[in-house]
């Protein structure tokens, strides 16, 4: 068996979208890990609910426990970093943490957002940076996990699709990996998305886990896969093998 490790900035990021394939994950007998930078006290649903910060991050604290439960995830770590300011913050203390559970976990798959961070929401960006500057760098030392970096992304949306205009997909080119999940996955996948009671109103306005469809599609970082592999453990590359992660570009000629 194997283990994932999905790290996101905010309550909810794992329900908008991947959450069909922990669903899958955890029902394959995999470990899956959660590891969660802020609380999501700064979302303006907590002025429509008459919430003080203070109250929204217990408020959504609490609803993470009911998804993990949900879930059934080998492990829940919410932080309580400030959301929405990530980008402010030095990116050192942010590093050190994700560092510090990718050692805990040892994971054999890493999962976060891509470059564009979905919704290019600032907290996605640093986020992004931040996994993988820290994977890199485990990776440069020697480290043998995690074996793989992948970033949970969307597809270009065919024409017939309500997709709301704020989110980013990955070209196909980029496209490494497409999973099929099974109706059951989205069944249980709702059910957690449903726990996060204070953003029914968005969740009932975008349907995320419609936007998926069938499959969930990844990036997976250093690799370079056409036709694109139907799982995240398919292909993983072993601890002697080398390393999935492109190596350091070589510095510019100098005039």
Do not use: W
Not at 70 to 93: H, I, R, W
Not at 170 to 190: K, N, Y
Request: negative net charge; contains cysteine.
């Amino acid at each position: 068996m194997a283990t994932f490790l999905y790290i996101f900035p905010h309550p909810d990021d794992e329900c908008f979208g991947p959450v069909p394939g922990i669903v899958r994950q955890r029902r394959e007998g995999h470990d899956v890990h959660l590891l969660t930078l802020t609380r999501g006290e700064a979302t303006t649903q907590r002025k429509r609910l008459g919430l003080t910060k203070t109250e929204m991050a217990q408020t959504r604290h609490q609803e993470m426990q009911d998804v993990a439960a949900t879930l059934d995830l080998t492990s829940l770590t919410v932080l309580e970093y400030p959301d929405g300011q990530l980008a402010e913050m030095t990116p050192l203390g942010l590093e050190a943490e994700v560092a510090g559970h990718l050692h805990a976990t040892e994971p054999d798959v890493v999962v976060t957002y891509p470059v564009h961070g979905i919704s290019g929401h600032p907290d996605h960006l640093v986020t992004h940076a931040v996994v993988k500057r820290v994977a890199c760098a485990l990776r440069r030392d020697g480290a043998a996990t995690p074996r793989r970096l992948a970033f949970y992304t969307l597809p270009p949306a065919p024409d017939d699709t309500d997709r709301p205009p704020h989110l980013h997909p990955s070209p196909p080119s980029l496209i490494d990996c497409t999973v099929p999940v099974q109706e059951a996955d989205h069944d249980t996948g709702r059910k957690a998305l449903y726990c996060y009671k204070t953003y029914r109103p968005v969740i009932e306005d975008h349907q995320p886990l419609a936007t998926v469809g069938d499959h969930l599609s990844y990036e997976l970082f250093g690799e370079d896969h056409d036709p694109p592999l139907s799982s995240l453990l398919e292909g993983l590359p072993n601890d002697d093998t080398s390393p999935p992660f492109p190596p350091p570009a070589p510095p510019p000629n100098s005039a």
